[in-house]
Each structure stands twice: as structure tokens, then as C-alpha cells.
DNA sequence: TATCGGACTC
């Protein structure tokens, strides 16, 4: 059973084959990607077929465990051959759902036939620390000890993530921790650590543990990169050069990427000249500038608006000798789409990056079609999504779709296409939805006055652990609201002819308090009752801020 | 170890 069911549109009848921009390129595309194609996952049928079986066994809003004794009970689920593919495949599905991940994936462990490889724990790791289930994650990462199974590369997920919830002192306990799990201290787990803290802004604290190490650890010219890096992004470029200088000390040359990080910084403070004055330096220490530097300095160009100036710089590029690859070509595309030159970007997308033998990656067609939607060429738009579906290389991701459910909003095309697209995302590519999409969906619903769909996707956001943004919540309570008032009367005047979509079947209010005394407790750890008097202040503002009441 | 998003915000 699908978690949302959307009426199912032959795709035909939506994306009719209308210009021949997709077909063209595409014919192209193919002919110089066929090694490519070669590196591509088989996707057999009978494998999704398993895939499916399972997934319809997984109940939204359960908990991992309810859903791991479920899949333990189920015959036919005990039957699928359990192989590296298929979990992988599975934990892709729920990388935003970390119940049903978390159930999954004890359940595959269950088998006594099967042995998860390193990388499904690491992605196991990763979905519960991305959702702030720390607990859950340090729990796992322990069972993994004792049947030896952690590498470094679960240690820098977890000290990521531990970083990322603030708790960068359990990160550095991991460190100092590591011959537990049978890993040795060196420059290697040494420079994961000062990154992790560095890119959570937490550089003063890499330094002082950097002091206290280097005397037993040596630093490698990456050390200082870090440092440089860490300095940069607190908006400290002094101590950044300072850095280089200790880099020098220590007897490594600055390389291309310690100058790119400090040209980073400059260009994010709109100080162009200065970057290009390092590029000089650069070319005169033999450290010539990348396709790196380049797209940086680009981008950057591009945020500022100064869009005759970013297309000097593949001109500038040609002069350093240097080649173009496919991030720049998606930032090219992206200049290009900016400042209105729809068909250079067109031109670059079609006919350079092939002419040069650039593969395009999913990105390059999200660029394309979020320059479609942007100016309104839904066709186009569309069209480029059914390239991207139909080439066999790519897939496309969440951010190929949303432009085009904007669109859908936008133009108040809110049943065929919108429906279609969903059910796509939802039951053909198995998309994983995220905060911004149910943000967009719930939103664009409301104002579509469709709460009821709205709704679902707010129950199913609930079940997933994804706390909904305050003003969606209000924004729906009201819609509902609303429209409760509405099918009453609709329902008194008129029973038998009121519309089904328009409605909103009934009272979801109890439904929906419900689940925001969920998101509250979630929110302020209390015990979730709206209507009781609470201690703290931070929960009475939670509290007023969704909508209830403090007594 | 440096690009990785491509926009309304509550």
C-alpha cells in the first residue's frame, strides 16, 4: 500500500513530445555516455518488486520496533533473499524516515544468512543522526563495536552528526575513544576530527585540541587546509593567513586548494579584486588556479548580480589553460539562466558540453529545468524532466521536481499535472520528501484550497519525525478551519453534490491537535498537553506559536 | 582537504 495514494494519469497525456529541444539532445547525450552507462546500477524487476513488497509491509507513523516485529511475522517478507543491493536500496527510500529505517534495517540484520556491509551501517548511522536521534545512533554504533564491525568512516559520521547536534564534546569523547573500537589515533582520524569541528565553526576548539596533539600526532599539509578553511568560514582570514605562514613552518607549500579556500572567503565578502590579485600570486608560485577556483570565483560573481562580469570568467579560465568540467558547466548554466540568456544556456546545454565530451549529472537537468519554470516555459520545463526520466543514466531527485510542483501552484494547475507528478516522485522514482518539499506541498494546498491533501502530507510528515515550520501549521489549521464552516453548510444546503476535492472530510481539528501536541512535546521535551499550564517559557511561546493555549 | 543550493518567510 502506497503511504499516499494520487490518482494514477497515463504520462502521456500530460507531457506531450511538443519540441524537439529534448529529443535532440538527448540522441546526443546518448552518444557519447555509453561508458556511463556501464557504471549504473541494474535495476532488475523482480528486485523492485521484492523492494515493493517490503515497502507496502512498512506502516506509516509506526515505530521501528512495531515495523522490525512486523517484517519478523510477515511470511512473505521472511521469503525475499536479502542481498546489499536491496538494503541499500531500501535505506535510499527511507533516508528521511528514520523509524522505518531503523526497523528495516534491524530486520535485515535479523537474518542470520546476512551481514550488512559497512556502508549500509554507515548509512543507517547517518539517517539517525541527520534526524537527531543521538541516542539511537550511539546505541547502534555500539552494537556495532562489539561485533567489530566500525571503520573510521562511521566514526566521522557519527562525530559529524554529534557535531551538528551541538554536542562537539561527545565527538571529541569518540576521539579519545577510538582504541575502543579498534582504531588508532594518527594524522588520518586526527584531521577527521579538527574538519568535523572546524565545519560546525567550532575552530578555537580544533586549534586547542590540534596544541595539545601535535606533539604526538604530526599535522600534514591537509591539517592546515582544514585550519585555513576553519578560520575562513568563522570570517577570519587573518588567522587563515597565519595559518599558511605555520603551513610554510612546517615546510608544505600552500596548495591549489589552501589558496582556492582563502579566494572562497574573499569572493563571499564580494572582494573581487582581491581574489583576482591571489590568482596572480598563484600563477607566479607555480600553483596555477583550477576549475575549482574558477566556479568559485563564478558563483560568486553571479550572487552579487554582476553577470557580465561572471561570463568573463570562462574566458579567463581559457587564458589560465584550464578546462571546464560538469560543476562548472552547471554553474555556467546556472550565470546564464540568471541573467535571462535562455538559449545561451540552452546552446551550452546542448551543444558545448557534448562538443567537449562534459557528461551532464542530475544537477545539469535540475538547472535546465528550474531556468523553464523560472521564466514560465512549463513545456520546456517538462519536457527536460521527461529527457531526464528517459535517458537510463540519471535519475532525478527531489530538486528536479520541485520547480515543477511550484509551477503547478503557480499556474493553479493543481489537479492533472500536479497529481501526475506526484504520483511519479511518489511511485515511480520513490523520492524521499523532505522539510522544503511538504513545506512547498502543504503550502501550495492550502492556497489551492485542497486542505485535505494538505492535510495527509502533514500526517505524514508527523509520522516521519519532520517538524513542520510554524506557519505551515497555522496556515493550515486556518485553511481548515475554514473549510469546516464550509462543509457544514455545503453539507446542509446540498449533501449529495458537493465535490469530494473540495471538501475537507471531517473534523480534523482533534486530529490535528493531536499531532501538535506531538510536535510540541518533541519541541520542549514536556509532557504534551496544550491546555495545561506549563513550567517553562520557551514552551509557552511553543505553545502560543502553534496555535494553543496557555492557562 | 576547496565547488555541491540556485530561493519568498513567518
Not at 564534546?169 to 582504541?179: M, R
Not at 496556515?475 to 475554514?482: G, H, R, S, T
Amino acid at each position: 500500500m502506497p503511504r499516499i495514494t494520487v490518482k494514477k494519469i497515463p504520462v502521456l497525456e500530460v507531457y506531450p513530445f511538443e519540441n524537439s529541444i529534448s529529443a535532440h539532445c538527448c540522441l546526443k547525450l546518448l552518444n557519447f555516455t555509453s561508458n556511463a552507462l556501464a557504471n549504473q546500477e541494474k535495476y532488475l524487476p523482480d528486485l523492485s518488486e521484492n523492494i515493493d513488497i517490503i515497502v507496502s509491509k512498512v506502516k506509516a507513523g509506526a515505530s521501528y520496533d512495531e515495523i522490525f516485529h512486523s517484517l519478523m511475522q510477515d511470511q512473505t517478507c521472511n521469503t525475499i533473499p536479502i542481498s546489499h543491493n536491496i538494503v541499500s536500496q531500501l535505506l535510499h527510500r527511507f533516508k528521511d524516515d528514520w523509524k522505518s529505517a531503523l526497523g528495516i534495517f534491524k530486520w535485515v540484520e535479523s537474518h542470520n544468512t546476512y551481514m550488512p556491509l559497512s556502508d549500509s551501517y554507515e548509512t543507517m548511522l547517518d539517517i539517525l543522526g541527520k534526524m537527531k536521534q543521538t541516542e539511537k545512533m550511539m546505541s547502534l554504533i555500539e552494537q556495532m563495536n562489539n561485533r567489530h564491525l566500525v571503520t573510521i568512516g562511521c566514526i566521522a559520521k557519527v562525530m559529524r552528526r554529534l557535531c551538528g547536534a551541538g554536542k562537539w564534546e561527545d565527538a571529541v569523547t569518540i576521539f579519545d575513544d577510538l582504541h575502543r573500537f579498534g582504531l588508532i589515533k594518527n594524522t588520518e582520524s586526527m584531521n577527521l576530527l579538527l574538519d568535523t569541528l572546524c565545519k560546525e565553526n567550532r575552530v578555537e576548539q580544533a586549534r586547542k585540541i590540534f596544541l595539545e596533539l601535535k606533539s604526538c600526532i604530526p599535522p600534514s599539509a591537509y591539517t592546515f587546509n582544514i585550519f585555513v578553511h576553519g578560520w575562513c568560514k568563522v570570517n577570519r582570514v587573518d588567522e587563515a593567513h597565519w595559518s599558511i605562514q605555520e603551513m610554510k613552518g612546517y615546510g608544505y607549500n600552500p596548495s591549489v586548494i589552501t589558496y582556492s579556500t582563502v579566494i572562497e572567503s574573499y569572493c563571499r565578502h564580494s572582494k573581487f579584486d582581491k581574489a583576482y590579485e591571489l590568482l596572480d600570486v598563484m600563477q607566479a608560485q607555480n600553483c596555477p588556479p583550477n576549475v575549482v577556483t574558477f566556479t568559485t570565483i563564478m558563483c560568486y560573481l553571479t550572487k552579487n548580480e554582476e553577470f557580465d562580469e561572471a561570463l568573463q570568467i570562462p574566458k579567463m579560465m581559457k587564458l589560465f589553460g584550464c578546462k571546464p568540467d560538469t560543476l562548472f558547466y552547471n554553474a555556467l548554466i546556472h550565470t546564464l539562466a540568471k541573467s535571462g540568456r535562455i538559449q545561451e544556456a540552452v546552446d551550452v546545454f546542448e551543444d558545448e558540453m557534448p562538443s567537449f565530451g562534459i557528461l551532464p549529472n542530475t544537477s545539469t537537468f535540475n538547472s535546465m529545468i528550474a531556468m523553464f519554470c523560472h521564466h514560465g516555459l512549463d513545456q520546456e520545463a517538462l519536457n527536460v524532466l521527461k529527457e531526464l526520466q528517459s535517458s537510463q543514466l540519471y535519475r532525478p531527485d527531489i530538486q528536479s521536481f520541485s520547480p515543477l510542483l511550484k509551477m503547478c501552484f503557480k499556474k493553479g494547475k493543481t489537479d492533472v499535472l500536479l497529481g501526475n507528478l506526484l504520483d511519479e516522485m511518489i511511485n515511480k522514482h520513490h523520492l524521499s520528501f523532505d522539510l522544503s518539499t511538504y513545506t512547498l506541498l502543504i503550502h501550495g494546498l492550502c492556497r489551492a484550497n485542497k486542505c485535505d491533501w494538505a492535510y495527509g502530507f502533514f500526517k505524514e510528515m508527523i509520522d516521519k519525525d519532520i517538524t513542520p515550520k510554524y506557519y505551515t501549521c497555522s496556515l493550515l489549521l486556518d485553511e481548515i478551519k475554514q473549510n469546516n464552516n464550509y462543509v457544514a453548510a455545503d453539507h446542509i444546503e446540498e449533501p449529495q453534490t458537493a465535490r469530494p476535492h473540495e471538501r475537507c472530510p471531517l473534523p480534523h481539528r482533534q486530529a490535528l491537535e493531536a499531532s501538535w501536541r506531538k510536535i510540541v512535546s518533541s519541541l520542549t521535551g514536556t509532557i504534551p498537553d496544550i491546555s495545561v499550564k506549563l513550567e517553562s517559557k520557551t514552551a509557552e511561546k511553543k505553545i502560543k506559536e502553534y496555535g494553543g493555549s496557555v492557562a
